[in-house]
């Protein structure tokens, strides 16, 4: 059984073009979000959503995806508009994650914001610890404003990133990581 902190030291994301079936069960999503939902949260606002794609629903936002990548890229071949079409079909499970900050509370919209980081995280955490794989991506989708409009999101709300949750049965392989100690500094009085 790995330790909590060896679970951590060894995360590592797998490609969503290599996520597969089986996907978590609905008490096992369950327990996922609630992971997620465990996150910092200065002010106890919860400032985020989630927007669940199983099933038919990931072939059918596709469809979405795929016509508003064509209308903004009327030269696109027909096989990367089929990409599109099928981006959701990656994984069992894509959940967004909207960062959806109070505007008028006094945590500044920053923190808020960060909540959303720290949720798609824990989401990778909680898949990992009930041995399945993900991938946060944002890509292009996570732009734009038709695909906002899609998702009826509010001006103040934006994507955090989509978490693609699945099985995958190749080996993982560390990617190479900036040195650590390249990221700490130490202050010291003057």
């Known amino acids: 059984m790995t330790s909590p902190i060896d679970a951590l030291l060894s995360r590592r994301s797998t490609l969503a073009k290599d996520l597969q079936a089986p996907g978590p069960d609905a008490a096992q999503l369950e327990q996922i979000l609630q992971a ?12 985020w959503q989630f927007i ?23 030269d696109a071949s027909d096989k990367l508009i089929d990409f599109e079409r099928k981006r959701f ?3 069992p499970v894509v959940i967004a994650v909207i960062s959806s900050p109070d505007t008028q509370h006094k945590v500044p919209v920053w923190e808020q914001q960060l909540c959303s ?20 991506l944002t890509e292009w989708y996570a732009y734009n404003s038709q695909v906002a409009i899609e998702l009826a999101l509010k001006f103040e709300q934006k994507i955090a990133g989509f978490v693609y949750i699945g099985s995958g ?3 993982l392989t560390e990617r190479v990581r900036p040195a650590l100690t390249d990221r700490v500094s130490r202050w010291q009085a003057a």
Not at 52 to 74: K, M, V
């Open 169 to 171: 049965d190749n080996t």
């Open 36 to 47: 997620a939902h465990r996150v910092p949260d200065h002010g106890k606002i919860g400032p």
């Open 89 to 91: 079909l990656r994984a």
């Open 117 to 136: 980081g720290a949720v798609c995280q824990n989401l990778l955490n909680a898949t990992q610890a009930l041995g399945y794989r993900g991938q946060w």
């Open 52 to 74: 669940i794609f199983e099933g038919e629903a990931r072939a059918d936002f596709g469809q979405r995806l795929a016509g508003i990548f064509q209308a903004e890229n009327p």
